[in-house]
């Protein structure tokens, strides 16, 4: 015995729950039969549009990230160029006590 169907569930509701409770398998609907019972198909095809948006939504929020993470990169690599040291100049071979054909 189960505790009893809150009663702002509809009729439709309230008789689709009973049945999946039934104590007698054969007397449960199937898989299949719940599946395609129109409450149940309203509410999955609701639930897969909003899956939709969110997947639109992710995928363009990994794009504005790429978007990002690229200038991002660029700034930085600007930055560490600046920041770079500089390449000694050669030093004058008259300085190290050496002529410049040495």
């Known amino acids: 015995s189960f505790p009893p169907i809150p009663s702002h ?3 439709d509701l309230t ?3 009973s049945a999946m409770l039934a104590k007698q398998p054969e007397k449960r609907p199937s898989v299949k039969k719940t599946l395609t019972h129109p409450l149940v198909r309203e509410q999955l095809e609701k639930l897969l549009q909003l899956e ?3 997947a639109a939504e992710r995928a363009m929020d990994q794009q504005l990230d790429v978007g990002r993470s690229c200038t991002s990169a660029r700034g930085e690599r600007r930055q560490a160029e600046a920041n770079a040291p500089r390449p000694a ?4 071979p008259r300085l190290l006590g ?3 054909d040495d």
């Open 98 to 100: 050496r002529r410049p």
């Open 52 to 54: 939709q948006q969110s």
């Open 9 to 11: 569930f509809s009729a």
């Open 15 to 17: 008789t689709l729950i």
């Open 89 to 92: 100049k050669p030093a004058d």
